[in-house]
């Protein structure tokens, strides 16, 4: 299994509702691979919820949150902190994404 490409798929899982199809074409890989992938991710615990028919694709459970261990809480701060002092609508979306990550 490629971790990285797992992982990118659980953050555009993340991001909003999937096809398996997308992912195949956005990460070059067959749509059994991703099936695959999902199903691992799954497996360790990553609520992804999978629909099927003509709006079906992979979402993730609402309740879903990163744990804190994906960044330090310093780390979050920092971050945010870096991210206010820009003055511009790339970093307030940053901001949201960071805070997303666990609790405050």
Do not use: H, W
């Amino acid at each position: 299994m490629n971790y990285s490409v797992a992982l990118s798929i659980m953050f555009e899982i993340l991001r909003c509702k999937q096809t398996a199809r997308d992912l195949a074409e956005e990460f070059e890989i067959s749509t059994r691979t991703v099936y695959r992938y999902v199903e691992d991710l799954c497996g360790a615990g990553v609520p992804i919820i999978s629909t099927m028919g003509r709006y079906g694709g992979f979402e993730m459970a609402k309740y879903f949150k990163l744990k804190e261990f994906f960044l330090t809480r310093k780390e979050k701060d920092y971050l945010i902190n870096l991210l206010n002092n820009q003055n511009n609508e790339d970093a307030k979306t940053l901001v949201l994404k960071i805070m997303a990550i666990g609790t405050f």
